[in-house]
């Protein structure tokens, strides 16, 4: 069991010009004071620091704002309640079954704060109908808990609009503290020239547990990537990160590496790292990895995570790869910044798992070349002797040369409640390789894996 010995709570705002905040324009920050406050702050109690609206250009009405905490000790299970009304003071609310209410519930970005600390918070509101014409936001209660400040920096950040109603958000989470960091909750902010929360929304693009500052293997750090929406009108002028963690115990040292061996846009302007991920352990392992892509000067440019498909192991290497980078994707501009990237997997998702899977193979196995889309197709005969739950289908395609040039996977479901012993089933899933590549004397390997119902 891993023992959580404190709340750890960090507000940063990292502050610049971001004048002509263009599409694909990247304005890079550094790390400032946390944001003031617009009101007074009441001591010994926990403030409400700014609200503000807006309906972003997909017609979507939004209640932002900023809370901080002044009392004397940390605190949790913040709750706020919200109001919506239109011009004739009738609530917008509605139950599931559509029952009228006075007000709902909802909660800031993040879970804990320490004193001194701020959060941000956002709710959305379907305004296809019309717009509220009245908010109201207030407080409703917390509860106590024990905290301090987490030795976490945000290193290498940038805002960009990214063109499509979005701002993103990217970084890196740098834990200069010594012991292991859990994070718990990420959030970041569009603020405006006086510091108020004009845009906000929560990730989950990050490693989870950081390592102490130092690291040899780069652990004591993390890529991050945030999306929110444009506010409207609203200007933005500079950034805000807000992070909850925990001190936490050294997890298991599972010896898993990974090697980065391609990269590569593809035809539809999605940027590929691909690699391997090799379990040098004894035990069975379940894993998920994050990347990051990065400028030449430094700046992260995108992140991304994705589960390893399938169960790793002892001695299995397994291909994968990172395609969802939500900024360089389809952005020319960011992609051309593209320079260096890393691949870590998160010790906080690597665990032996509870469930078994079994080893099984493909026949008939041929593919289908469209240019540099390439088709995989096949039939699997689950010779296990157990009904399975479903069967994951691994492609690594190799150059002459036996390095690992692309890879995509795909998962057999059950046409009833599971696949049973002797029973067949057929796969088929692409992969968009590289097209100015040479794929002269490429070949294909496949790797089938059951999961036992």
């Given at each position: 069991?891993?023992?959580?010995?404190?709340?750890?709570?960090?507000?940063?705002?990292?502050?610049?010009?971001?004048?002509?905040?263009?599409?694909?324009?990247?304005?890079?920050?550094?790390?400032?004071?946390?944001?003031?406050?617009?009101?007074?702050?009441?001591?010994?109690?926990?403030?409400?620091?700014?609200?503000?609206?807006?309906?972003?250009?997909?017609?979507?009405?939004?209640?932002?704002?900023?809370?901080?905490?002044?009392?004397?000790?940390?605190?949790?299970?913040?709750?706020?309640?919200?109001?919506?009304?239109?011009?004739?003071?009738?609530?917008?609310?509605?139950?599931?079954?559509?029952?009228?209410?006075?007000?709902?519930?909802?909660?800031?970005?993040?879970?804990?704060?320490?004193?001194?600390?701020?959060?941000?918070?956002?709710?959305?509101?379907?305004?296809?109908?019309?717009?509220?014409?009245?908010?109201?936001?207030?407080?409703?209660?917390?509860?106590?808990?024990?905290?301090?400040?987490?030795?976490?920096k945000v290193e290498k950040a940038e805002l960009i609009d990214?063109?499509?109603?979005?701002?993103?958000?990217?970084?890196?989470?740098?834990?200069?503290?010594?012991?292991?960091?859990?994070?718990?909750?990420?959030?970041?902010?569009?603020?405006?020239?006086?510091?108020?929360?004009?845009?906000?929304?929560?990730?989950?693009?990050?490693?989870?547990?950081?390592?102490?500052?130092?690291?040899?293997?780069?652990?004591?750090?993390?890529?991050?990537?945030?999306?929110?929406?444009?506010?409207?009108?609203?200007?933005?002028?500079?950034?805000?990160?807000?992070?909850?963690?925990?001190?936490?115990?050294?997890?298991?040292?599972?010896?898993?590496?990974?090697?980065?061996?391609?990269?590569?846009?593809?035809?539809?302007?999605?940027?590929?790292?691909?690699?391997?991920?090799?379990?040098?352990?004894?035990?069975?392992?379940?894993?998920?990895?994050?990347?990051?892509?990065?400028?030449?000067?430094?700046?992260?440019?995108?992140?991304?995570?994705?589960?390893?498909?399938?169960?790793?192991?002892?001695?299995?290497?397994?291909?994968?790869?990172?395609?969802?980078?939500?900024?360089?994707?389809?952005?020319?501009?960011?992609?051309?910044?593209?320079?260096?990237?890393?691949?870590?997997?998160?010790?906080?998702?690597?665990?032996?798992?509870?469930?078994?899977?079994?080893?099984?193979?493909?026949?008939g196995d041929q593919v289908s070349k469209d240019g540099a889309?390439?088709?995989?197709?096949?039939?699997?005969?689950?010779?296990?002797?157990?009904?399975?739950?479903?069967?994951?289908?691994?492609?690594?395609?190799?150059?002459?040369?036996?390095?690992?040039?692309?890879?995509?996977?795909?998962?057999?479901?059950?046409?009833?409640?599971?696949?049973?012993?002797?029973?067949?089933?057929?796969?088929e899933v692409s992969l968009y390789l590289d097209p100015t590549?040479?794929?002269?004397?490429?070949?294909?390997?496949?790797?089938?894996?059951?999961?036992?119902?």
């Open positions: 069991m891993k023992a959580k010995f404190f709340h750890l709570m960090l507000v940063l705002a990292i502050a610049t010009s971001m004048a002509g905040c263009s599409s694909g324009a990247a304005q890079t920050q550094s790390p400032a004071s946390p944001p003031a406050a617009n009101q007074p702050a009441a001591s010994g109690e926990l403030t409400l620091v700014s609200t503000f609206a807006f309906t972003d250009q997909w017609g979507r009405y939004y209640v932002v704002g900023e809370i901080q905490n002044n009392t004397n000790s940390a605190i949790t299970s913040i709750g706020l309640t919200l109001e919506l009304k239109d011009a004739s003071g009738n609530s917008l609310l509605k139950d599931e079954s559509g029952n009228s209410l006075a007000s709902i519930p909802f909660s800031p970005l993040l879970y804990t704060l320490a004193p001194g600390q701020s959060a941000p918070f956002s709710y959305s509101y379907d305004a296809s109908a019309g717009a509220p014409a009245t908010y109201n936001v207030t407080i409703a209660g917390h509860n106590p808990s024990q905290a301090t400040l987490a030795d976490i990214n063109g499509n109603g979005s701002f993103h958000l990217s970084g890196e989470l740098v834990n200069t503290g010594s012991q292991w960091v859990t994070i718990n909750a990420l959030a970041g902010a569009g603020l405006d020239s006086n510091d108020q929360v004009m845009t906000t929304d929560w990730s989950s693009t990050y490693t989870t547990e950081l390592a102490p500052a130092g690291d040899a293997a780069g652990r004591d750090r993390t890529p991050f990537s945030i999306e929110f929406p444009v506010p409207g009108t609203a200007v933005v002028t500079h950034l805000g990160v807000y992070v909850d963690a925990d001190l936490t115990d050294a997890p298991a040292d599972y010896a898993l590496a990974v090697e980065i061996t391609n990269n590569y846009f593809d035809n539809y302007n999605s940027f590929h790292l691909v690699g391997t991920l090799t379990n040098h352990s004894s035990e069975k392992l379940h894993t998920m990895i994050v990347g990051g892509l990065y400028a030449g000067d430094g700046t992260t440019l995108d992140a991304s995570w994705s589960f390893i498909p399938v169960i790793v192991e002892p001695g299995a290497s397994i291909p994968f790869d990172m395609a969802s980078f939500s900024s360089v994707n389809w952005n020319a501009k960011q992609a051309s910044r593209v320079s260096s990237f890393t691949v870590r997997f998160d010790p906080w998702a690597t665990y032996a798992p509870s469930w078994e899977v079994v080893a099984l193979g493909s026949t889309t390439w088709t995989f197709s096949g039939s699997i005969l689950n010779n296990s002797g157990r009904g399975l739950s479903g069967e994951t289908i691994i492609i690594a395609v190799r150059d002459a040369q036996g390095k690992l040039i692309g890879t995509t996977y795909s998962y057999v479901s059950p046409d009833g409640d599971a696949i049973a012993g002797g029973q067949t089933t057929f796969y590549a040479d794929t002269t004397g490429y070949t294909f390997q496949t790797f089938v894996q059951g999961d036992v119902k």
